[in-house]
T-cell receptor
Framework: RKEVEQDPGPFNVPEGATVAFNCTYS??????FFWYRQDCRKEPKLLMS???SGNEDGRFTAQLNRASQYISLLIRDSKLSDSATYLC??????????FGRGTSLIVHP | SQTIHQWPATLVQPVGSPLSLECTVE??????LYWYRQAAGRGLQLLFY??????ISSEVPQNLSASRPQDRQFILSSKKLLLSDSGFYLC???????????FGSGTQLSVL
């Protein structure tokens, strides 16, 4: 099993839709989790940290399921500007940040 | 807050030429530093990481090397570039273990 796995998508959704991404991880000792957003040919930028109790920031909600070893990102009321690739980050072996391959989101009018 | 300077933004180099990419960090001390490479349409591949001056760990055997001559300076080098070295190179900084990463703006390298 790969350390971090994400569905690459693309997820093609209309404006206003709700969309959810999952990211599974294999290192059960992982403590810190993050979601990043990456636009084409740009650097990844931190979107949200993922806490055990969940984390909500406006239209974005991140949750952690330790028992099943996955984190999720929920985007409500999708905007055209949400179109991007969403990367999850999990501490891997030796606590090296390990990135998923990313999930591509396309929001259309 | 941390600021990462990475340059150049774009680089076109012939096969067999040398490479030197530099990354400098401001606003933090003794950070963990990382070099990632991203091929077109692919995920981020960790190349090197460093937890301190002169301490370099390599994740993938390859044509590249890294050095950390100062606390906030991280350099990626190659003596002879290969076509397969083309990609988007990203430097990243982490204040300490388990903290979030901050990225430089990246270098798009094309080896022709």
């Amino acid at each position: 099993r790969k350390e971090v796995e994400q569905d690459p998508g693309p997820f093609n959704v209309p404006e206003g839709a709700t969309v959810a991404f999952n990211c599974t991880y294999s290192n059960s000792a992982s403590q810190s989790f993050f979601w990043y957003r990456q636009d084409c040919r740009k650097e990844p930028k931190l979107l949200m940290s993922v806490y055990s109790s969940g984390n909500e920031d406006g239209r974005f909600t991140a949750q952690l399921n330790r028992a099943s070893q996955y984190i999720s990102l929920l985007i409500r009321d999708s905007k055209l500007s949400d179109s991007a690739t969403y990367l999850c980050v999990v501490p891997g072996g030796s606590y090296i940040p390990t990135f998923g391959r990313g999930t591509s989101l396309i929001v259309h009018p | 807050s941390q600021t990462i300077h990475q340059w150049p933004a774009t680089l076109v180099q012939p096969v067999g030429s040398p490479l030197s990419l530099e990354c400098t960090v401001e606003g933090t001390s003794n950070p963990n530093l990382y070099w990632y490479r991203q091929a077109a349409g692919r995920g981020l591949q960790l190349l090197f990481y460093s937890v301190g001056i002169g301490q370099i760990s390599s994740e993938v055997p390859q044509n590249l090397s890294a050095s950390r001559p100062q606390d906030r300076q991280f350099i990626l080098s190659s003596k002879k570039l290969l076509l397969s070295d083309s990609g988007f190179y990203l430097c990243a900084c982490q204040g300490s273990r388990d903290e979030k990463l901050f990225f430089g703006s990246g270098t798009q390298l094309s080896v022709l």
